[in-house]
């Protein structure tokens, strides 16, 4: 079987999934960037590009270490990446893109962009969780991408704004071009870039948050999906400009050793990670300097400020959050007024499901694993009522994403959120329902640990 498709970068091949009739374009280029340059993309290639394996993931602080021998870092690694290889580079703008068998420029397809989460310091496009999105079964062109973290994807200086005009935020760059890539491209592999749905959580949400209130991103995406970090909130808003943080990164030159731009420019990876991440953990203050500024390029506000402002794009959205979340007594009702102040359609849901395997309940994070369709990649113990959850939360999200409405049929109806309505959907313990989530007992799931019920 040949999966060789022509687009307008030129002529690619794809690999067979575990999805029956779903063929996986891995480790796309879609930019080339020098370290903090701001991306271009990917216009053309020579030959056949071996779309067959994952490209590169940013480097990241566990680029340096063993990640199974780190005590506060082995949840994660144990869920999302243990038994799995990763390689780590500065060459690290590639995107994934999964599509039915078939499909041709004529199907116009709806498309799923996803941002993954790390706290714009980890993670990949790659890992356990979301290797081979059950969507492009259901109709939908799948895609996640890579892009730059930590320093490398969020240093200020004052040298870089001299040279380019601004300086910061490469890593939301990076996204942006890979959906201008996919804008460029997607309808050689069927897809309909006039319908595209970008979805991100964690700090993937953030980044989506982010694109939301962008004037630069207008026109790349219609709809959009955030987990665990959509939304505004004082607690975890910024109004730091590009400026701000010249004081913090001029400190990891200090702590270098090295007084110049081109120092730096070709210093040893290793050596800016362990600087930042020292002076980092050293002030409290600097926790979320490696995270997106006010450049008044892609960002001229904050999050707060532009719905506070009114200054969102009025698309339909979906936000939730976890029953185990990190502090989810602010991290939900944050979605839930969000989506309350839209003039679009906007659903909100709460995922409770306590993940079977441990006592940890729906931790942050845990949700993924049932958008996505991918409980076979994972080491739980899952019962047929998680493959239940998983295929119900996929066709909610597949509908949302096909006409903006993630109610079908042999679905619950999912009502939209308004003003004055306390019901979102729940999903998880119980049968999937319209039913309220109390502030109290959200903080009561903070203190102890245990499962929100009603």
């Known amino acids: 079987m040949s999966n060789i498709i022509t687009i307008p970068c030129g002529q690619i091949q794809g690999t067979e999934c575990q999805w029956p009739g779903v063929t996986a374009y891995k480790g796309i280029r879609y930019a080339t960037a020098g370290r903090w340059e701001y991306p271009v993309e990917v216009t053309k290639w020579d030959g056949v590009y071996d779309a067959s394996a994952y490209g590169n993931c940013s480097f990241q602080p566990r680029a340096f270490y063993d990640e199974e021998t780190v005590v506060e870092k082995y949840f994660y690694y144990n869920e999302f990446r243990k038994g799995a290889t990763y390689t780590y580079s500065e060459d690290c703008l590639f995107l994934n893109v999964w599509v039915p068998e078939g499909a041709t420029p004529d199907s116009k397809l709806p498309v799923l962009f996803y941002i993954h989460g790390g706290g714009y310091t980890g993670g990949c496009g790659h890992e356990k969780h979301f290797d081979g999105p059950v969507w492009a079964s259901k109709g939908v062109i799948a895609v996640t991408c890579n892009y730059r973290l930590g320093p490398m994807g969020f240093m200020c200086l004052p040298e870089l704004a001299e040279r380019d005009g601004h300086t910061g935020n490469y890593g939301l760059y990076d996204q942006m071009t890979a959906m201008q890539w996919v804008q460029h491209n997607i309808a050689a592999f069927g897809g309909d870039p006039a319908n595209v749905t970008v979805m991100g959580q964690s700090a993937g949400a953030m980044s989506t948050m982010q694109h939301c209130i962008s004037p630069k991103t207008q026109g790349l995406f219609n709809k959009a999906v955030m987990s665990s970090g959509g939304g505004a909130h004082k607690l975890m808003d910024s109004t730091q400009t590009y400026e ?166 042999g679905l619950v109806e999912w009502k939209p959120a308004k003003a004055g309505q306390k019901e979102v959907i729940r999903l998880g313990e119980g049968d999937i329902r319209m039913d309220k989530v109390s502030k109290a007992k959200l903080l009561w799931t903070t203190i102890t640990n245990k499962n929100v019920g009603e």
Not at 256 to 261: E, T
Not at 264 to 293: D, R
Not at 364 to 381: E, V
């Open 244 to 409: 701000d943080r010249y004081e913090f990164w001029k400190q990891v030159m200090a702590d270098m050793g090295v007084s110049s731009l081109d120092e730096m420019l070709n210093a040893e990876p290793e050596k800016i990670f362990v600087s930042w991440q020292k002076l980092k953990k050293a002030n409290p203050k600097y926790g979320m300097v490696a995270s997106p500024c006010i450049d008044g390029e892609l960002l001229t506000k904050s999050p707060l400020t532009a719905l506070n402002e009114g200054d969102v794009k009025e698309i339909p959205y979906m936000l939730g959050a976890t029953s185990q979340d990190m502090m989810p007594f602010f991290i939900f009702p944050m979605a839930k007024d969000f989506c309350d102040k839209q003039k679009a359609p906007a659903y909100c849901w709460f995922f409770d499901r306590q993940l079977p395997g441990d006592e940890n309940g729906a931790w942050h994070s845990s949700d993924l694993w049932y958008w996505f369709g991918t409980l076979k990649n994972g080491w739980r113990p899952y019962e047929q009522k998680d493959y239940d959850l998983s295929n119900a939360m996929s066709d909610y999200l597949c509908n949302f994403v096909k006409t903006g409405n993630p109610n079908g049929e």
